[in-house]
């Protein structure tokens, strides 16, 4: 079991390129007399990985912004108030890997119910669109969601049409792999595209996947944006895709049983996985109904392996479980014995540094979005089941209570 990885990942230290930084303490908004503020989240436990802050805070917001962290802001200066004590308050959650395109293919998911409404306020939608229908996307979901939700665009341009049915998987046919297309539509939609994605699980590809990976290169490398590659189950092994990986790129679904995985047959890293992450590649979670391990995932932690960021992989076939939620997710990895600190770091500020959101999130610093949530850190006996549908058994779960996104509030589901 993992007693603490703390510091142990270069990602925790710096941000990768050039993303936009959190205001620092220093830029706090001035408080004053009463109803200073528009809301006060008072009496919590604070987390907030970015400062190195855990503590009893009072979190003040004014003008969707985040005004004060402090203790004891007096309740008087606040137009409303939320009463969290007892509670964990963390950053709004980002969850780096979801399908939140709904009715468009078997896949997406309305967002709101699942995201905001349980605590997550910024998603990543993970390729559900390729350039033939990401103005649907956009028009009919990004821009009407109350979650936050950026998208990786699939380099296929059908996107995530069909699921695993036997011939219909998406780069079975490469005339839809047109990397200068999806760079042309990424480029036009720079507010909302923030990279791209592509799936290499052998349903979804046949023998073309290689061929795939190298057009995802010239797109990616075309808009300069970072690819997020899903693995696990693959024609060609994770060795070549690997090679063709940049600093700051993703692999998601890291964590898997299937062939062609992060372990060689005696249950060591691959030398290759090692190189990448020297380099700057990025290893995140991306739980989904089929691609996260208990087993795989206590081996790579006892190797001293952790992941960079913790996703849901959130869609249609997993909302009822495994899943759920990324909050479940994250408790999964509590009673695989990441300390607190660490999991809320995965899915906050490590999470805000992987891509650019074009707003300061992650962090509860003044000045940055206000973008709060707010758990119920449940002790007891709660059984979690990975995606090979092995159970075990933990003692917290992280239940969420209240959300806050831009300085509006949300109750939980």
Do not use: W
Not at 57 to 85: F, H, L, M, Y
Not at 139 to 154: F, W
């Amino acid at each position: 079991m993992l007693a603490s990885v703390s510091g142990t990942l270069a990602l925790s230290a710096a941000p990768l390129g050039a993303r936009p930084e959190s205001p620092g303490a220093g830029e706090a908004l001035a408080t004053g007399g009463p109803e200073s503020f528009d809301l006060l989240v008072a009496g919590g436990r604070v987390i907030d990985p970015a400062q190195n802050l855990d503590g009893p805070r009072d979190v003040a917001i004014r003008g969707g912004k985040i005004a004060a962290v402090e203790q004891g802001i007096p309740r008087a200066q606040a137009r409303e108030v939320i009463d969290v004590s007892g509670k964990l308050v963390t950053p709004g959650l980002i969850d780096l890997h979801t399908h939140v395109f709904p009715y468009v293919g078997p896949y997406g998911i309305e967002p709101d119910p699942y995201c905001v409404k349980r605590g997550v306020t910024t998603v990543i939608d993970a390729g559900t669109s390729g350039a033939l229908t990401f103005a649907a996307f956009r028009r009919y979901t990004i821009e009407r969601a109350a979650t936050r939700i950026r998208a990786l665009l699939h380099v296929v341009a059908i996107g995530m049409v069909a699921g695993s049915t036997p011939n219909m998987g998406e780069l079975e046919d490469l005339r839809y792999c047109v990397p200068e297309m999806a760079a042309k539509v990424a480029s036009e939609n720079r507010d909302l595209i923030v990279g791209f994605k592509i799936r290499f699980s052998e349903q979804y590809t046949g023998k073309n996947d290689l061929e795939g990976m190298k057009r995802a290169r010239v797109a990616a490398d075309t808009a300069r944006l970072p690819l997020m590659i899903h693995i696990g189950g693959s024609y060609t092994p994770l060795e070549e895709f690997l090679a063709l990986m940049k600093k700051g790129d993703v692999v998601t679904h890291s964590f898997n049983s299937h062939p062609h995985g992060l372990l060689d047959v005696n249950g060591k890293l691959l030398p290759e996985v090692v190189v990448a992450r020297e380099r700057g590649v990025l290893f995140d979670v991306g739980h989904g109904a089929g691609s996260f391990s208990f087993d795989v995932m206590e081996k790579c932690l006892a190797l001293g392996f952790a992941p960079d960021t913790i996703s849901s992989d959130l869609y249609s076939a997993n909302i009822n479980g495994p899943v759920y939620d990324l909050p479940t997710t994250l408790s999964k990895f509590l009673l695989l014995g990441m300390k607190l600190d660490d999991v809320v770091r995965r899915a906050t500020v490590n999470a805000s540094r992987v891509f650019n959101f074009g707003a300061p999130i992650g962090t509860l610093a003044p000045g940055s979005e206000a973008d709060v949530s707010m758990f119920e850190l449940a002790d007891g006996e709660f059984t979690f089941t990975d995606s090979d549908r092995k159970t075990r058994t933990g003692r917290q779960k992280f239940v969420p209570v209240v959300t806050v996104r831009g300085g509006k509030v949300f109750r939980a589901a």
